[in-house]
Nanobody, 122 residues
């Protein structure tokens, strides 16, 4: 079984910074892409940032220049450094990993973390 566990959320004032972490554990062959999503109350879930297996990154326009996604393949982990936080960044942040479970089958599966709350006060 594959499990993703996030950490690093919390309460911060506008202009502050937080760093989210997400670690994958369990039995699998490799992790392909990794992603951070967020969902605010009453809103649809939004893709915030993506990092490919090769390290290429993409960001939502709303966070470009403020957030940085990175990964540590040795630790099966993905991070989201969030700077210059705004009240509108308040949401539950969740990570997703696209995983190839075995060497013999190329099928990819997606796994989600449980989410971590980020609250930015004005």
């Amino acid at each position: 079984q594959v499990q993703l566990v996030e950490s690093g959320g919390g309460l911060v004032q506008a202009g502050g910074s937080l760093r989210l972490s997400c670690a994958a554990s369990g039995s699998f062959f490799r992790i392909d892409s990794m992603h951070w999503y967020r969902q605010a109350p009453g809103n649809e879930r939004e893709l915030v940032a993506t990092i490919s297996s090769g390290g290429s990154t993409n960001y939502a326009d709303s966070v470009k220049g403020r957030f940085t996604i990175s990964r540590d393949n040795a630790k099966n982990s993905v991070y989201l450094q969030m700077n210059s936080l705004k009240p509108e960044d308040t949401a539950v942040y969740s990570c997703k990993a696209i995983i190839q479970k075995t060497t013999t089958a190329p099928n990819l599966y997606q796994y989600w973390g449980q989410g971590t709350q980020v609250t930015v006060s004005a």
